[in-house]
């Protein structure tokens, strides 16, 4: 039987992520994932691609109040505590191409990320509505669906293969899967999840932020080099699978996992 083994959800986009036991799949993913997004003057999103700093990044967000710690202690001058406002200036933004518009979120968060980060950002919430360029759904600031799906053993293939083995948190996923096998994620296009179904749409481009340790912010080579020798697919490192809800409700470490239909 496959179960779900991983709840993750990443309040702050490129921030780093909470485990949780219990969530709501909502339209756009799990609740709140990727609701902030921190962009440059010109709206253009930040990412742990060019801050690697990023990572050390502790999010939470409970509908109320966004808390934002450092993990690097040398860094941490206290958290963040903020209110979001939903009265403040609407920006255009973009995340990637996708053209988006997000709430400023007010000077004293601005100054809080740009001194931790040495750069001129502003930290904005998610409004208006985003769609995916496949499966007909709606998303948030995620680079461009509202869930990433991993099967368990699809890492553990890979640390097979690499001196030294690598975490999940690598890879950023909101739902880790265990009994579909290695990379069984690609073998299925729809999955009941306890009481939810999530279809597969796109397997998962893998970029430079893999090799982010998501605990120092020092990078490596790895895991890029060794997945470009035997997961390039369609020109591109794929590991894992994009997703979209199809059946909302709630979501719980230990569900059952149930195979739908094959891809």
């Known amino acids: 039987m496959a179960t779900l083994t991983e709840l993750n959800v990443y ?3 490129s921030g780093g992520g909470t485990a949780l036991r219990t969530a709501e799949l909502t339209a756009t993913g799990v ?24 990572a050390l990044l502790r999010p939470a967000f409970d509908g109320r109040e966004l808390t934002v710690g450092v ?21 255009d933004v973009t995340v990637h191409r996708a053209e988006c518009r997000g709430i400023d979120q007010g000077d004293e968060a601005a100054a809080w990320f ?5 750069a001129d950002c502003r930290l904005v919430r998610f409004t208006g509505r985003r769609e995916t ?10 680079d461009g669906y509202p869930l990433l799906v991993i099967s368990r ?9 690499l001196d030294d083995p690598l975490p999940m948190n690598r890879f950023r996923p909101n739902l880790v899967v265990e009994g579909l096998g290695a990379f069984g994620e ?3 296009r729809r999955l009941r999840i306890g009481e939810t179904v999530i279809e597969m749409v796109k397997a998962c481009a893998r970029c430079v932020i893999t090799t982010t ?33 199809r059946t909302l409700g709630t979501l719980t470490v230990g569900d059952e996992v149930e195979v739908l239909e094959p891809a």
Request: no cysteine; charged share 30%; hydrophobic share 35%.
């Open 71 to 91: 993990a690097d202690p040398a860094l941490d001058t206290g958290p963040l505590v903020h209110k979001p406002v939903d009265d403040g200036p609407v920006l």
């Open 114 to 118: 740009g001194a931790l980060l040495d």
């Open 213 to 245: 340790d998501q605990d120092s912010g020092e990078r490596g080579r790895e895991p890029l080099r060794t997945l470009a020798r035997y997961r390039t697919i369609d020109r591109g490192l794929r590991f894992g699978q994009n997703a979209v809800p």
């Open 186 to 188: 690609d073998r299925v």
């Open 11 to 13: 309040p702050l986009k």
């Open 153 to 161: 053993e699809s890492l553990d293939d890979l640390n097979g293969r």
């Open 31 to 54: 609740r709140w994932d990727r609701e902030f997004m921190l962009v440059t003057p010109e709206g253009r999103f930040l990412s742990q691609r060019e801050h690697a700093r990023m």
């Open 133 to 142: 360029s496949r499966g007909g759904a709606v998303v948030g600031f995620a």
